[in-house]
């Protein structure tokens, strides 16, 4: 498992279990860069999901993770940024299939869909599943930095 430095973000609704996974990630030797949000008062998701996409983006960080609600706002907005494939995970097989096929390099997850324990299941297998490369790297390279305005 690569073990390269991480940048991690949330607004509030992703508080709670981002501090579970920045906990996980110290205690596995991951160093990571805490983007915030400091703790469960209302913020906007987007403030913290330009800061770790652009992060992400310019090459700062090779992988960052977001949390918010849903999963779905963090989404949209880290991949409005060039370099970044940001995923949506809340199952196994998806962080699995997103890794492998699509290399995505910024993991998602809803803080209020998916539980402490299947989350951390899902980030060790995000961390741990290679890209596999060959034609899905040609399937990337048919959209890496298309239509990006960031």
Request: with cysteine; net charge neutral; charged share 25%.
């Amino acid at each position: 498992m690569e073990k390269s430095p991480i940048v991690i973000g949330s607004d509030h609704a992703g508080y709670n279990l981002k501090e579970k996974i920045r906990i996980y990630l110290l205690e596995n030797g991951f160093e990571i860069e805490d983007a915030g949000a400091e703790n469960e008062s209302a913020v906007d998701y987007p403030d913290y999901g330009i800061k770790v996409a652009s992060l992400v983006s310019v090459g700062k960080f090779n992988r960052g993770i977001l949390l918010c609600g849903t999963g779905i706002g963090m989404s949209i907005v880290a991949n409005r940024f060039s370099n970044v494939r940001a995923a949506l995970c809340n199952d196994l097989f998806s962080a699995i299939m997103s890794r492998r096929h699509n290399n995505s390099n910024l993991l998602v997850l809803g803080g209020r869909v998916v539980g402490e324990s299947l989350a951390l299941e899902i980030l060790k297998a995000w961390l741990e599943t290679p890209f596999e490369g060959g034609r899905h790297q040609l399937r990337i390279d048919k959209f890496n930095n298309t239509g990006r305005n960031a």
